[in-house]
């Protein structure tokens, strides 16, 4: 089993629509759960953090379901600019120390129609 | 502004040959990071480091090099070794804050191609 899976799309919207992503991952120690948008040829940015109590940044929602392993992405009111690659990232299992190491999923595209 | 500069944005290797690809980040970030993103894969880790003169081999270290001298760079070294080395590269630096784990921020890429 990947330690992260995505459905990699392609999601086909509305320019208006609601659309959700979900991404399972395997290891139920993993604390910090992340989700980053890539465009084309262009490098990952961070869209947000995901905490345990769910979180809400203007049209974006993320949410955390630890018993089911899985994190959620909600895009509201979609627009044209949202159309990019969204990959959901993981804290990799084991690691300590002061830094991180993040498994990144491959990612679910979204194109915004009109 | 703060930010990660990666160069260059385009590299052409021919076969045998070494190049480095440079990373200097003015973010104060303690930890860097190097990955390699082939198509429709995910980015896939190929060494990181921690602190200064330091840094540790992630899954896909073979065939790279890399050295930690100054805070602010990491560069890349791609040798003759790596057989494969067309990819977009991929670094990223971030804080080192305990319990959270802490984003990774990222440069925009230098995109390597063999001739």
């Known amino acids: 089993r990947k330690e992260v899976e995505q459905d990699p799309g392609p999601f086909n919207v509305p320019e208006g629509a609601t659309v959700a992503f979900n991404c399972t991952y395997s290891?139920?120690?993993?604390?910090?759960f992340f989700w980053y948008r890539q465009d084309c040829r262009k490098e990952p940015k961070l869209l947000m953090s995901v905490y345990s109590s769910g979180n809400e940044d203007g049209r974006f929602t993320a949410q955390l379901n630890r018993a089911s392993q899985y994190i959620s992405l909600l895009i509201r009111d979609s627009k044209l600019s949202d159309s990019a690659t969204y990959l959901c990232v993981v804290n990799k299992r084991g690691f300590t120390g002061g830094g991180n190491k993040l498994t990144f999923g491959t990612g679910t595209q979204l194109k915004v129609e009109l | 502004d703060g930010g990660i500069t990666q160069s260059p944005k385009y590299l052409f290797r021919k076969e045998g040959q070494n190049v480095t690809l440079s990373c200097e980040q003015n973010?104060?970030?303690?930890?860097m990071y190097w990955y390699r993103q082939d198509p429709g894969q995910g980015l896939r880790l190929i060494y990181y480091?921690?602190?200064?003169?330091?840094?540790q081999k992630g899954d896909i270290a073979e065939g790279y090099s890399v050295s930690r001298e100054k805070k602010e760079s990491f560069p890349l070294t791609v040798t003759s070794a790596q057989k494969n080395p067309t990819a977009f590269y991929l670094c990223a630096s971030s804080r080192t804050g305990t319990p959270r784990i802490q984003p990774q921020h990222f440069g925009d890429g230098t995109r390597l191609s063999i001739l």
């Open positions: 290891n139920s120690a993993s604390q910090s």
């Open positions: 480091s921690q602190i200064v003169n330091d840094f």
């Open positions: 973010l104060n970030h303690d930890a």
